[in-house]
């Protein structure tokens, strides 16, 4: 099963966006487990929300002089971890050395915090567009979805639900057929050639054509394609990025690059975005079985959906184990 896995805790995952991380402590649940971020002036940090003294939310607490403070009794935990102050001890005695918090290893990157459990410290990933000054980046979500990590990222990848679930937006239910691409694997990334789409209306001047789409699994839960448009030249990337909180719940974040003047606020990008991932989001909640099956013969593929079949076979090889095989 996906939860009891060591992928994804030996992975970076996100957990929230950076600017949720306030002063007050913040409870993120991820793969079962709660998890509390505070901020202080050294930056941001995770811990195992739970207080070693009598098994209290540390995340109902407060920051107090950079220390993390438990509600129930006041311990205090410093970044990192170590119990600084038990405000019960007589004078003179000692903190025991067991009084710890358990520290995960945490960074933040592209607006958002991920978190890594398994304290491994694995590479992280490169998303040049946010680097880039040629692209302007909106960050989207959250978005709580009661599905299976894998099946929302299979249905990002997936190329030729376009013109059914998204009609009039990203396709047209008269131009169904996706033309042929092949998809590549390499160490640790695999991406499509650039696959032709149909679209009724890609640049907003009401002009119909093809855009061209490449899609790139980066992580077991972190995937992008970019659409590129032919005549002008103009590229939208969308990372999507899961945070899987348990085995059917969780939450959508993402990045959309533009490397043109979309016309569009930042927040009518993120109600655009909202808008067709409200279209994906009954047909993912729905599916079945829920795990995303691995073994290829338990649902038919066609030569199109060569993408998902790549995505599932690139988990095979990780290890995830997803059960319904
Ligand atoms: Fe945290 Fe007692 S439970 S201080
Ligand atoms: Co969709």
Redesign the pocket.
């Known amino acids: 099963m996906l939860l009891e896995d060591n992928v994804l805790r030996s992975d970076w995952v996100v957990a929230c966006k950076r600017e949720d991380v306030k002063e007050e402590p913040l409870q993120v649940t991820i793969l079962g487990e709660r998890v509390v971020l505070f901020r202080n002036e050294e930056g941001i940090h995770a811990f195992k929300d739970l ?1 070693i ?4 939310a540390l995340s109902l607490g407060c920051v107090k002089d950079g220390n993390l403070v ?1 509600p ?4 205090e935990y410093n970044s990192a971890g170590t119990c600084t102050k038990i405000p019960q001890l007589p004078e003179g005695r000692a903190i025991p050395l067991k009084a710890k918090a358990i520290k995960y290893t945490c960074k933040e990157a592209y607006g958002f915090v991920w978190i890594n459990l398994n304290n491994n410290n694995p590479k992280f990933f490169s998303y040049p567009e946010y680097r880039d000054d040629n692209f302007r980046n909106v960050l989207w979500g959250p978005q709580e979805v009661n599905a299976n990590p894998p099946r929302i990222v299979e249905n990002f990848l997936d190329v030729s639900h376009l013109s059914f679930i998204h009609e009039g937006f990203l396709g047209v239910q008269e131009h169904p057929v996706i033309g042929d691409y092949d998809v590549h694997m390499e160490e640790d990334r695999i991406f499509s050639d650039e696959i032709a789409i149909f679209q009724p209306d890609p640049d907003g001047t009401g002009q119909s054509k093809d855009v061209f789409y490449t899609y790139e699994v980066i992580r077991p839960l972190t995937v992008r394609f970019t659409k590129r448009d032919p005549d002008t030249e103009n590229k939208m990337t969308i990372l999507l990025t899961i945070l899987p909180i348990a085995e059917c719940k969780s939450i959508a974040y993402g990045i959309l690059s533009f490397n043109y003047e979309t016309g569009t606020t930042d927040q009518e990008i993120v109600e655009f975005q909202d808008m067709i991932f409200a279209q994906d989001k009954p047909i993912v909640e729905n599916q079945k079985p829920e795990d995303l099956p691995l073994d290829l013969q338990v649902e038919l593929s066609l030569k199109c959906d060569r993408m998902s079949i790549a995505y599932r076979q690139y988990l095979t090889k990780l290890g995830v184990t997803l059960g319904t095989v």
């Open positions: 207080c003294h009598r098994g209290a438990c129930y009794h006041g311990w």
